[in-house]
């Protein structure tokens, strides 16, 4: 399990099934996707908050956080690139793409 520290905190970041549903309600989005910068990084925060029962970040404090230390982004995007890997070697479309299982 990938844990990222945020202001001295560990928390668990997880590509999962609840962040997508936490994403798609943080955006409105009717499926997965990250069409811009702040998209990307919803999604980063969907990862932490919906998978921390006890999290008491919100997106400023995050947004706070990636700023003062850049390499917060660089560990969730390397999570999700990792995810997004397994996936792909599995045979699985990604989220949102409108694949069909054959």
């Given at each position: ?18 962040a997508l549903f936490m994403y798609e309600r ?77």
């Open positions: 399990m990938s844990k990222v520290t945020i202001n001295g905190k560990e928390y668990v970041a997880k590509y999962s099934l609840r943080m955006t409105g989005h009717n499926g997965f996707e990250t069409a811009n910068t702040e998209d990307s990084f919803r999604f980063m925060f969907a990862m932490i908050a919906a998978n921390n029962k006890e999290c008491d970040l919100d997106w400023d404090g995050f947004i706070d956080a990636v700023e003062a230390n850049p390499s917060i982004a660089t560990e969730l995007t390397a999570i999700i690139n990792d995810e997004v890997s397994k996936m792909a070697a599995l045979g699985q479309p990604k989220s949102g793409d409108g694949s069909k299982k054959k």
